[in-house]
């Protein structure tokens, strides 16, 4: 698994108009082909009335899987520039269709693959993109004497609260980088007095908004 990797939020579309030619930007993040693929007919079966419906994906830790499509535009002026955003930005699992709707006026090849790359680059931006960073989960259960100490020391620190459970005692489950389990638990044992019991719990994603 990737320490740290960018991809988009979950989904989103953003249009625009180029010399009265609407392009809307349809973004996902996917984590297969097949959920790539089953994106881009949902949106086709959607817009089944536009004049193109042009896609590109990128999948894998590794980009492994890479696809363009230019659904009847001129070889190379849509899905690639869609697909060479996605690079450019360095993005991960993730899916584009920018649908095409035509408004008369032709765009020559230069404008066409500039027109798809302005759609590909506004759309993810209306999306938004996240950092997603591997983190180690590291539960603190605590006597109710030490939640607000802990608490504000924690919300002040390079540390982020996963989720506090109250329960007999609080349990304060935080997001530490895997390097950093060390440092936080002694970190923990001093500001408690070494009243904490501290236990590592699941290691997953943590997404940070970019």
Request: hydrophobic share 40%; charged share 25%.
């Amino acid at each position: 698994m990737l320490s740290r990797y960018y991809t988009v939020s979950l989904k989103g579309e953003h249009e625009i108009v180029i010399q009265k030619s609407r392009f809307i930007a349809h973004v996902a993040r996917v984590e297969t082909e097949a959920a790539a693929q089953n994106f881009i007919v949902e949106i086709k079966k959607q817009y089944w009335n536009a004049t193109h419906n042009c896609s590109a994906y990128l999948i894998g830790e590794h980009d492994q899987i890479q696809k363009a499509n230019d659904d009847g535009e001129p070889s190379g002026t849509a899905g690639v520039p869609i697909l060479e955003v996605l690079k450019k930005k360095g993005l991960k699992d993730t899916v584009v269709v920018v649908t095409r709707y035509f408004g008369g006026i032709k765009l020559g090849a230069g404008g066409l693959i500039r027109a798809y790359g302005k759609a590909t680059s506004e759309g993810i931006e209306a999306t938004g993109v996240v950092l997603r960073k591997l983190m180690q989960v590291v539960s603190t259960k605590i006597d109710y004497t030490w939640l607000g100490k802990m608490e504000n020391e924690l919300r002040s620190s390079v540390y982020t609260i996963k989720e506090i459970q109250y329960l007999d005692n609080v349990v304060i489950d935080t997001y530490v980088e895997e390097g950093d389990v060390a440092a936080f638990t002694d970190w923990v044992i001093e500001l408690t007095n070494g009243q904490a019991e501290i236990r590592e719990g699941e290691v997953l994603y943590m997404e940070e908004l970019v």
